[in-house]
Nanobody, 118 residues
Framework: QVQLVESGGGLVQAGGSLKLSCAASGSIFSINIMGWYRQAPGTQRELVAVKASGGMTNYADSVKGRFTISRDNAKNTVYLQMNSLKPEDTSVYYC????????????WGQGTQVTVSS
């Protein structure tokens, strides 16, 4: 009964910026991790950035210093500010939520395309 709605993807030139957002609807436990993964053609899905409800963050080495994850807990929304974009950032980006209730439940967004032109 949880849905994740993503927005903000698109086409941008190298060096440009995009901001992704993901709004979760439904019941998510107060202890949770929200974040972003990506999957480019021919690759495995990889972690981009995640942020726990308590504030802990984790970034892929490839995006450190360029991407910033943030949350609005009142809205159950997570954002990914992407700066200094590179062609290798081109991927489908997926929102992810891990909800730590009585059992851990995981939810995925539908994916949003980010294309960075050289």
């Amino acid at each position: 009964q949880v849905q994740l709605v993503e927005s903000g993807g698109g086409l941008v030139q190298a060096g440009g910026s995009l901001k992704l957002s993901c709004a979760a609807s439904g019941s998510i436990f107060s202890i949770n991790i929200m974040g972003w993964y990506r999957q480019a053609p021919g690759t495995q899905r990889e972690l981009v950035a995640v942020k726990a409800s308590g504030g802990m963050t984790n970034y892929a080495d490839s995006v450190k210093g360029r991407f910033t994850i943030s949350r609005d807990n009142a809205k159950n929304t997570v954002y990914l500010q992407m700066n200094s974009l590179k062609p290798e950032d081109t991927s489908v980006y997926y929102c992810n939520v891990k909800s730590f209730g009585p059992v851990m439940r995981e939810y995925w967004g539908q994916g949003t395309q980010v294309t960075v032109s050289s």
